[in-house]
């Protein structure tokens, strides 16, 4: 069964860039494909984009298109998300979440235990 | 963008009442491609339904998905204790994929 480990709670400041990991253990890491999903306080969650861990390629949802990176390293069973220039709407619990199943468009499970980044000046 | 609609937004029931939470697609999702996710305060979502009516693993019986199209249901049979919590609903049909506001269910 796998797991997914994020990394600590940060907080940026505006214009400002930030870098949440997550690890997965316990299964074949080039499998299936990784998710990052958002959830602001007290909304519904929010797709960000995915990427296919065994090649790298990445689709990224229009609203983050310029801003937003995934990589992954094959070597740590690791995938991260990079999120530039930073605003204050961007404060959210950001999640990572593995696909149920093979293929890009498919529901999630497992999902990390989230990493809180909060922009503030 | 596929819009997904939930209702009602907070649903008040009593331990062993029986819950019914709607979901309502904008267009239709082709093959059932709707999960069903439970949140709980502080934890992560918990994926309970996917195909519109498979339960996940783990997913106690008492919970059941239904519909296809644009309308979708989740069902509690019997609510337990640990079932207060907010369900959201996410259409995979589509890029991008899509989740709905949620359904909070309160103790009543």
């Known amino acids: 069964q796998v797991q997914l480990v994020q990394s600590a709670a940060e907080v940026q400041k505006p214009g400002a860039s930030v870098k949440v990991s997550c690890k997965a253990s316990?299964?074949?890491?080039?499998?299936?494909?990784f998710f990052w999903v958002r959830q602001a306080p007290g909304l519904g969650p929010e797709w960000m984009g995915v990427?296919?861990?065994?090649?790298?390629?990445?689709t990224y949802a229009q609203q983050f298109q310029g801003r937003i990176t995934m990589t992954r390293d094959t070597s740590t069973s690791t995938v991260y998300m990079e999120l530039s220039n930073l605003r204050s709407e961007d404060t959210a619990v950001y999640y990572c979440?593995?696909?149920?199943?093979?293929?890009?468009?498919?529901?999630?499970?497992?999902w990390g235990q989230g990493t809180l980044v909060t922009v503030s000046s | 963008e596929v819009v997904l609609t939930q209702s009602p937004g907070t649903l008040s029931l009593s331990p062993g009442e029986r819950a019914s939470l709607s979901c309502r697609a904008s267009q239709s999702i082709r093959n059932s491609y709707l999960a069903w996710y439970q949140q709980k305060p502080g934890q992560p979502p918990r994926l309970l339904i996917y195909?519109?009516?498979s339960r996940a693993t783990g997913t106690p019986d008492r919970f059941s998905g239904s519909g296809s199209g644009t309308d979708f249901t989740l069902t509690i049979s019997r609510l337990e204790p640990e079932d207060f919590a907010v369900y959201f609903c996410q259409q995979y049909d589509s890029s991008p994929l899509t989740f709905g506001p949620g359904t909070k269910v309160n103790i009543k």
């Open positions: 195909g519109a009516s």
């Open positions: 979440a593995r696909g149920g199943t093979y293929g890009r468009w498919v529901w999630f499970d497992p």
């Open positions: 316990g299964d074949s890491f080039t499998t299936y494909y």
């Open positions: 990427i296919n861990p065994g090649g790298g390629t990445t």
